[in-house]
Every structure is written in structure tokens, then in C-alpha cells.
């Protein structure tokens, strides 16, 4: 788009582009807990998008909504880093949640029902699901985690949200890693299953889930978290 001089038209672009940055604010909200409010990282993604405009160059040989997909989300982690959103209780209400799937499913020989790890965590079952609306889903698969373990002076966003530099071993990693993932879905629950194919296939956010399946959103966060738990549980002793 260019205006009457020749000139890149940034106002019309960027408002070509708002929907993109919403949709990685929502789709980045369901990993965050609830006190980060989504239009903060509009705002914030909206500053990337200005920057993306600033800094194309379509000589590089990328597409544009590539290269401001990149910044957008870049600047909303810079924003969240910054603000250090996640505490020390999230982290160890997330470990404890992890650690009760583990004990839970080698006890059982199966994935553990809601009330059963509420029960082993020794609180209500609606204390449960209010804690999993708290902490929220994070990544799937911690590489740290795995070939490390955790340290929790690490930052959070670094170990959990950070793009790494792709490389062979890396490749081959991820390789094995996503093989290993795929059977691990195939282990969830049948609704869980359905939210993780939704979310993370066909790209749609809780809101749209929570239709689809005629609940509330606020139900699907709490399934959702409670997927991750049970993938990281068992992707940590891969």
C-alpha cells in the first residue's frame, strides 16, 4: 500500500495487520496467567508492528507478515520479560501439579481423572481447577528441562518461550522430541485431545474452543493447562 507519493502507506498497513497482532496476543494469553491483560500486549504488539514497517526490506527475501510476525511476538516476550509476570508460586504450583501427574499415572497405569489429582494435591476439586486457571499452560516441552533440569533463577521466558537458533543437533532433537509429542496426545483424554488439535492445529484461540465445545472459556484454560501438565509430565521422563 502507497500513499499518493510513492511513499509506504504505514496507517493503512497497520491497520491491514491489527488482526495478526490480536491473534498473537490471544493465542499468547493462553499460555500466561491471569494477571497479564490482553490488550496490554496489543499495545505492546502494535509497537513491534510499527518497528516491522520501519525495518522491512523486501530485498531480504521474506515475506512481510513473516518478518512482522517475528517482531510482534519478539516485542510482546521483550514486554513480558520485563516485567517478570510469572512468580515463584506459579512455578512451583505448575512443578507440583506435574509432579502429582507423574506419581498418579505410574500408581494407575492411565491418565489420572480431575478428582484424582486434586485429591493426591490434598485440596477440593474446585480448588483444583481454580489453581489450573491460575497458573495456566506454558510450553509444551522444555529442552532445559530435559537435558539440564530446572533452575528457578533462570528466567522463565528465556527457558520456556525463547526462540532458539536452529542447528543439526538441535533438528535432530526436536525430531525426536515432536515424535515422542505426538504420541503423548494420543495418551490425553478424547476432550483434552480435541482442545490441544484445536489450539494448536487449526490455530484457534480458547474463546472459539469454548464454543466449538459449548463451555465456558475460562473451562477450556483450565483443560488446557491441565494438557500441558500431563505432555510435560511425560516428556520430562523421555
Request: glycine share 6%.
Amino acid at each position: 500500500m502507497y500513499t499518493a507519493k510513492g511513499q509506504l502507506d504505514r496507517n493503512a498497513l497497520i491497520r491491514q495487520y491489527q488482526p495478526l497482532v490480536r491473534k498473537l496476543a490471544h493465542h499468547m494469553m493462553a499460555k500466561l496467567p491471569a494477571n497479564v491483560q490482553v490488550d496490554d500486549l496489543i499495545q505492546v504488539g502494535l509497537i513491534g508492528l510499527s518497528e516491522a514497517l520501519t525495518r522491512f526490506e523486501a530485498t531480504q527475501g521474506v515475506q512481510f507478515e513473516t518478518f512482522a510476525t517475528q517482531r510482534i511476538r519478539g516485542a510482546m516476550l521483550d514486554e513480558l520479560r520485563e516485567n517478570d509476570w510469572v512468580s515463584r508460586g506459579t512455578r512451583k504450583s505448575q512443578k507440583d501439579i506435574e509432579e502429582s501427574l507423574r506419581r498418579l499415572e505410574h500408581r494407575l497405569g492411565r491418565s489420572p481423572l480431575e478428582s484424582e489429582i486434586a485429591a493426591d494435591l490434598g485440596m477440593s476439586l474446585s480448588d483444583y481447577q481454580s489453581l489450573l486457571g491460575k497458573v495456566k499452560g506454558t510450553q509444551l516441552v522444555y529442552l532445559e528441562d530435559m537435558n539440564h533440569g530446572s533452575d528457578d533463577e533462570d528466567s522463565f521466558l528465556d527457558r520456556h518461550m525463547g526462540d532458539t537458533e536452529a542447528d543439526p543437533l538441535n533438528m535432530l532433537r526436536n525430531q525426536r522430541l515432536r515424535e515422542a509429542l505426538v504420541a503423548a496426545i494420543k495418551n490425553l483424554p478424547e476432550r483434552e485431545q480435541y482442545i490441544m488439535s484445536m489450539y494448536y492445529e487449526q490455530d484457534m484461540n480458547l474463546k472459539e474452543i469454548a464454543a466449538v465445545l459449548d463451555v465456558t472459556e475460562s473451562r477450556i484454560c483450565q483443560l488446557h493447562s491441565q494438557s500441558i501438565a500431563r505432555l510435560r509430565a511425560k516428556m520430562r521422563t523421555h
